[in-house]
Nanobody, 121 residues
C-alpha cells in the first residue's frame, strides 16, 4: 500500500519559515519523481515543486526563490523548506509521487492527506 505522510505544517507569521516533511512507503522511491502541491479553499490545486529520479528540480514561478525541495533517499523522505511566507501561501500542502515521465505537476499518481499551512499575523 502506497503511503505518503506529511508533517511540519502550522501557523506562521508573514515572513516566517516552515519546513515540511514527508515520509513515503509502498513504492520504489528511487524510481518516482516526488514533489509538493497545495490547495486553498475554493481554489484549484497548484503545483509547487518537483524533483525527478534523475535529480532535475522544478519550482513554480510564484514560489521560486522562497522554497527548496530536497530528498533523503536512504529514508524515503521528501522535504520542502519554505521561507518568506505570505498570507496567500495559506493552503493545505500535499506531498506527492509521480510516475515518470511526469505529465503535469498537478497530476500526481499518489499523494498524502496533506498538512495545513496558515500564514497570518
Amino acid at each position: 500500500e502506497v503511503q505518503l505522510v506529511e508533517s511540519g505544517g502550522g501557523l506562521v507569521q508573514p515572513g516566517g519559515s516552515l519546513r515540511l516533511s514527508c515520509v513515503a512507503s509502498g513504492f520504489t522511491f528511487d524510481e518516482y519523481a516526488v514533489g509538493w502541491f497545495r490547495q486553498a479553499p475554493g481554489k484549484e490545486r497548484e503545483g509547487i515543486s518537483l524533483k525527478t529520479s534523475d535529480n532535475s528540480i522544478y519550482y513554480t514561478d510564484f514560489m521560486k526563490g522562497r522554497i527548496t525541495i530536497s530528498t533523503d533517499n536512504t529514508k524515503n523522505m521528501v522535504y520542502l523548506q519554505m521561507n518568506s511566507l505570505k498570507p496567500e501561501d495559506t493552503a493545505v500542502y500535499y506531498c506527492a509521487a509521480y510516475s515518470e515521465p511526469v505529465a503535469a505537476i498537478d497530476r500526481a499518481d499518489y499523494w498524502g492527506q496533506g498538512t495545513q499551512v496558515t500564514v497570518s499575523s
